[in-house]
């Protein structure tokens, strides 16, 4: 417990900067964002075809392996475009991601399937995952991958895919993320309609969701990744800095301070 009460995490105000270790610093420039609007109005952004390194092919024994421990951790837990958990839910988490950051994966494979199984499943907790270019080299592959996952949010399914994505992740700066390795991730997704989710794909208001939750983190200085938001849900949420990726118990007592009332977020 903190000095004031409160959990031992800090919660604190979005503008306060950030730490300068343990995140990726961000890549994002408001002239890179005006562009690429542009060029999502114009064109689908989509990634090339060849190069890079694709994930275990679909109905081979990893793939399996990985679909199932992805539906392990989601069965029945309620998802919803890009929120993972009961509408209801007294408390929201906010987590600004890049599918190729490292640190984000560390997160995924770490603190995040305890939470999910505690908090989110017990009704508590919900979880929304936007969007923050951070470890992407290419503007053009972010929004690629990042619509991919958003479209497979179209059929309630965007969790499946980010979980399948952070742990098929590639070496970063590989170039590893093409049309090919999508298509992938997309194909390890037990009821994904892939038709379905490739012509979603090319909705031009999924593009555009990327880029505004690219800007809202830009204005709020956010500038590595994973960057965590939380509160009461329907209040101003806090950034929040847990210290660690992998141990689930600095959010489990942030989760817990919301919820008896003694952390109301003006």
């Known amino acids: 417990m903190g000095a004031d009460g409160g959990p031992a995490s800090s919660l604190e105000t979005a503008r306060k900067p950030e730490p300068p270790h343990g995140v990726r610093r961000t890549r994002l420039r408001r002239l890179a964002i005006v562009v690429a609007a542009v060029a999502a109005a114009l064109a689908v952004i989509v990634v090339t075809a060849g190069g890079g390194s694709s994930p275990p092919r679909p109905g081979g024994p990893h793939a399996i392996t990985t679909a199932r421990a992805v539906s392990a951790l989601l069965a029945g837990v309620p998802q919803r475009a890009n929120t993972l958990g009961q509408p209801a839910a007294r408390v929201t988490l906010r987590w600004y991601g890049d599918l190729e950051c490292p640190f984000c994966k560390e997160f995924a494979l770490g603190a995040l399937p305890s939470i999910v199984r505690r908090w989110v499943r017990g009704g508590q907790l919900k979880i929304e995952y936007l969007s923050l270019e951070t470890a992407t080299r290419e503007p053009k592959?972010?929004?690629?991958?990042?619509?991919?996952?958003?479209?497979?949010?179209?059929q309630d399914k965007m969790w499946n895919f980010i979980e399948t994505f952070y742990r098929e992740q590639g070496e970063e700066s590989s170039g590893y993320v093409t049309e090919r390795y999508l298509r992938g991730i997309a194909g390890q997704i037990p009821g994904l309609n892939v038709a379905l989710w490739s012509e979603d794909r090319h909705d031009p208001r999924l593009a555009a969701q990327v880029l505004a939750e690219g800007l809202a983190a830009t204005r709020a200085r956010f500038s590595g990744t994973p960057t965590f938001l939380i509160g009461v849900s329907g209040t101003t949420l806090k950034r929040f800095r847990p210290g660690t990726l992998t141990d689930p118990r600095p959010y489990e007592e942030a989760i817990e301070y919301l919820l008896r009332g003694r952390g109301t977020i003006a």
């Open 141 to 154: 592959v972010f929004q690629a991958q990042q619509v991919a996952a958003l479209a497979a949010g179209t």
